[in-house]
């Protein structure tokens, strides 16, 4: 199966079994190849899993290269997910617990789709995961807490941790505040007035970036 079919697979796999996400398909098929074509320069990581949309995607590029994938959430939902927020899901709530969690529904979904070797859950706020992080990263995505404060901190974090050709891709880019929240496009314009990332490019609402050479 050559990679087109591997993503068209994973569409309709994703579709059949009622996948709740946030992300379009042609940002699905960039992460993939994204994921796939960094795999020589370490492990991959993401912010951000919910109930493992985005996961499949660089999860299944993981597992025909032969990599790894971190995939960093803590499982109690982002500002929008919380009861009586725009975006939030009665299915996902814990109602002994009084709090959101997708953690079950992550482990449900790496187990459909044949990923519990090589997706590793780690169930912890981003910023106390990265505090201690010594693994140079190949490719890192982030879709986390999408408050201004939260995704610039994931993305000057995170993206300091990628490897010299590494690539940085953010979800939610949106440059018009019209159409969308400004917290991930600001974060992104942090990255790069380091210096030390190049543009690549933009897929719908994902923002590309490239680690530049030592
Ligand atoms: C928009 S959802 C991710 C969607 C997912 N990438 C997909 O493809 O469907 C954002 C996720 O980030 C998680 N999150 C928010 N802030 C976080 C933080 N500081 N550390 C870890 N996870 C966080 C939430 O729990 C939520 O599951």
């Not at 790496?110 to 981003?126: I, R």
Request: contains cysteine; proline residues 5%.
């Amino acid at each position: 199966m050559n990679n087109d079919e591997t993503i068209k697979k994973i569409h309709q796999q994703l579709h059949t079994q009622n996948i709740k996400g946030f992300l379009a398909p042609t940002e699905a098929e960039a992460l993939f190849h994204l994921a796939y074509t960094s795999a020589a320069l370490g492990p991959c990581l993401e912010i951000g899993s919910y109930c493992g949309k985005s996961t499949v995607y660089i999860g299944s590029a993981c597992k025909l290269t032969e990599n790894i994938l971190f995939a960093v959430d803590h499982h109690r939902g982002s500002e929008e997910h919380q009861l009586g927020e725009e975006y939030h899901d009665p299915d996902l709530y814990n109602v002994q617990l009084n709090a959101m969690d997708t953690f079950p529904t992550l482990r449900h979904t790496l187990n459909q789709f044949d990923l519990e070797d090589c997706v590793v859950p780690l169930v912890a706020p981003s910023q106390i995961v990265v505090k201690k992080w010594a693994t140079p990263l190949g490719f890192v995505f982030i879709d986390g807490g999408h408050s201004e404060a939260q995704a610039t901190i994931d993305c000057l974090s995170w993206a300091s941790q990628l490897n010299p050709g590494g690539i940085l891709a953010i979800h939610d880019i949106f440059d018009d505040p019209a159409r969308g929240g400004q917290g991930p496009f600001r974060a992104l314009q942090s990255v790069l007035s380091t210096g030390k990332f190049n543009w690549i490019s933009q897929v719908e609402s994902l923002g590309i970036l490239q680690c530049c050479a030592d």
